[in-house]
């Protein structure tokens, strides 16, 4: 039997030109930003009704726009039901945030809107984005003016594109960056988006361009990554990734071994993104990141094909990135290298609010400059805030329930939109994730070790549960709702994925106790000094499916492979 690598792919280059599945057939038919037109001209007049299946399930994610999910569905139904069946006439719109910069202005437009359009819900994603729901058809060419107004847009938010531009919330502010990335990414974020050159790429494309230090972008998991290092004569530049990305194939991202100077930036980006467009598989949607295409070529031949068709030129070899130093989500108090102060505050595993976020901006002009930035871990940072007016700063955030200084548990806690409004969810996310670590607060109040809880509610990794120190993924448990359980994903100088354990899965209610046990165990078996991933690294799998003695161990909760 042939090698299946060996079959056409849908490779434009190699002259695969035919659409091969309903997403390349659409995307064929016409281009997804088109879509605008007939929302602001047709289907905000006439109603979710009269959308076409085409542009509803398909190129409304050009512009941010998927249907949520239906309420009164069950996760055991999820996947069984055709779209038609599972989705509601609401929409959730996503915001692109470019390097979740934000001005006051911005933030309170984007709170408006939630109050008035989002029944004053709004998400903080962990790729800087700010999501609604409750969105209708009706009222998205309004509230695209309104964005439009302050300088946002939700275009290319979601689809087939390239995605929202991460970035460091501290560039230019960071004492220890390598580099501020600040004018890097913009310029890059004008090639990338509304550019029809890259308006049909095979699947979702994620870029980080960060000289942090923290490494706070992810880079490891992005399709392409723009990492701040020194060059060989000391000049500060960019090693550059390519090909990671979680979901059901999780793979680290490679380095290409090249030094990336900044003003080179943007068109070494083009030049990836082209590849990708040209040579990227478009037969089968499970194969068509760029991962897969890096995974097979291998980095020696993705480099030669980028730098001779795509740059005209060799890019000099380049020095790997430092380790990490520090955490990665700006929480807590620090000081800028202009001697004022950014302050980062943890909301409620990223669910705020409009009403909230107005705050924030209030607060961001009573105390800052009136900046305001996201984070990659779903939290909020307000920026230029001088020493003096810190603690009244400080107090009134705990006044609109945002904690500066979180416990572990808050801190370390991330979930996914679930069941609540996801159509791929399997369980419910946000609220038993805030009722997982408030209880563990109870339960463990002088636990201080950091933590990561990633609570995602299908195995896509919205919440990336496979880089947390405990990832737990949706799942039917004894036919109830339930997780499998990921334990010691890590980034950094030694990246891993969170170690899959046979059998071990967990139901929802018996969530809090595994958790509990698990960590007690680590806290009587871990060596001085010992993180979390280390120990689950080596610690007997047996422990870590039981958490602990039998004592402490028991059964309830826990669920039997499925």
């Known amino acids: 039997m042939p090698s299946p690598h060996r079959r056409g792919q849908g490779q434009w280059a190699l002259g695969h030109l035919e659409p091969l599945n309903a997403a390349e057939r659409f995307k064929k038919d016409d281009a997804g930003l088109n879509v605008r037109d007939r929302i602001v001209n047709r289907y905000a007049y006439l109603g979710f009704d009269s959308i076409d299946p085409a542009d509803l399930r398909g190129r409304f994610r050009w512009w941010g726009l998927y249907t949520q999910r239906r309420p009164g569905i069950e996760g055991g139904r999820t996947g069984a039901l055709e779209d038609a069946e599972i989705e509601d006439t609401y929409f959730m719109m996503r915001i692109r945030i470019p390097g979740g910069q934000l001005s006051s202005d911005q933030l309170r437009t984007v709170a408006d809107i939630s109050k008035e359009y989002g029944r004053d819900l709004a998400d903080i994603t962990d790729r800087q984005n700010v999501q609604y729901h409750w969105i209708r058809i009706e009222d998205v060419p309004d509230i695209w003016a309104r964005l439009e107004e302050v300088g946002l847009s939700s275009i290319q938010a979601c689809g087939d594109v390239p995605r929202n531009i991460l970035g460091c919330p501290v560039a230019g502010l960071d004492a220890g960056e390598i580099l501020d990335a600040t004018a890097v990414l913009r310029a890059t974020e004008a090639v990338a988006a509304n550019n029809p050159e890259f308006g049909n790429l095979p699947r979702k494309f994620k870029t980080a361009i960060s000289g942090c230090a923290s490494h706070c972008t992810a880079h490891e998991v992005n399709d392409i990554s723009f990492v701040g290092v020194l060059g060989p004569d000391g000049t500060p530049g960019f090693d550059l990734w390519v090909g990671g990305g979680l979901s059901t194939n999780p793979m680290i991202a490679q380095r290409l071994g090249v030094f990336v100077r900044p003003d080179q930036v943007p068109a070494v980006w083009a030049g990836v993104a082209g590849l990708f467009r040209d040579y990227g598989y478009r037969r089968l949607r499970s194969r068509a990141r760029i991962k897969f295409l890096v995974a097979d070529w291998g980095v020696e031949r993705f480099r030669e094909v980028l730098e001779t068709e795509y740059l ?77 007016r810190l603690d009244a700063l400080l107090s009134d955030l705990e006044g609109t329930d945002l904690q500066a200084r979180p416990s572990v548990f808050r801190r370390g806690t991330m979930a996914c939109t679930g069941i609540e409004f996801c159509k791929l969810a399997i369980v419910e996310t946000k609220g038993r994730a805030r009722e997982l670590y408030t209880e563990l607060e109870r339960r463990l109040p002088d636990f201080d070790t950091p933590i990561t809880i990633n609570v995602n509610g299908c195995p896509n990794s919205c919440a990336r549960f496979q880089l947390a120190d405990i990832g737990l993924k949706g799942s039917i448990v004894d036919g109830t709702e339930g997780f499998q359980v990921h334990l010691g994903g890590s980034l950094g100088t030694d990246p891993s994925f969170g170690r899959k354990l046979r059998g071990l899965k967990v139901t929802a209610d018996g969530l809090t106790d595994y958790v509990e046990r698990l960590l007690r165990s680590y806290q009587a ?26 004592e402490m161990a028991g059964t309830a909760g826990l669920g039997g492979a499925r």
């Open 312 to 388: 005209g030129e060799a890019l000099p070899d380049g020095p790997a990135p430092a380790a990490p130093r520090g955490g990665r989500d700006h929480i807590g108090v620090h000081r800028q290298s202009d001697g004022r102060f950014y302050v980062g505050v943890a909301p409620h595993v990223g669910r705020s609010s409009g009403t909230q976020l107005w705050q924030v901006a209030e607060l961001a002009d009573a105390y800052g400059s009136g900046r305001i930035r996201t984070t990659t871990e779903q939290k909020l940072l307000i920026l230029d805030v001088p020493q003096d």
């Open 525 to 550: 078996d871990r060596t001085e000094g010992e993180e979390f991933a280390a120990w689950v690294r080596r610690a007997d799998e047996q422990l870590l499916t039981t958490a602990g003695t039998a």
